[in-house]
């Protein structure tokens, strides 16, 4: 477990933004049983890869018409019970950090595990979280 003081500035990357940041277990269950209209869920991480890919490429993916109805947040390495309670929604995919889900009327549509983030840029993430996005919202 990382340090709260460590990891505050890079929660509050998303939370700031707009994500409600889901700390326990019950927050996950609690969000996520509101199944109606389209969600996005931001495994959030340490690593370069969620600073320089993955929260920059959520972010700029909410920027055009079409987005997700909420938008929200946990913490691998922070809020562990969270983070496991959020990746059983994500099943059949293995736990990824970070990683990006988006959910239909509660249904896991897209997926974006940690190798389609390492090595791709924020625009590369946006681009394809958008391309989801005019499919499903």
Known sequence: MYPPE???P?????TDYGFEGLATPEAVDEFLTNKEGTTLIVVNSVCGCAAANARPGAKMSLQGDKKPN???TV?????K???DRAREYFLPYPPSSP??????????VHFVERH???GHSAENIAAN??????QYC
Do not use: H, P
């Open 116 to 118: 389609n983030i390492e």
């Open 10 to 14: 890079m929660n509050k990357d998303l």
């Open 129 to 134: 979280l958008a391309a989801a996005y005019e």
């Open 6 to 8: 460590l990891v505050a």
């Open 75 to 79: 913490f691998a390495g922070v809020n």
């Open 81 to 83: 019970a969270a983070t």
């Open 99 to 108: 990683s990006i889900a988006l959910f239909k009327d509660g249904k896991l």
């Open 70 to 72: 909420r938008q929200a």
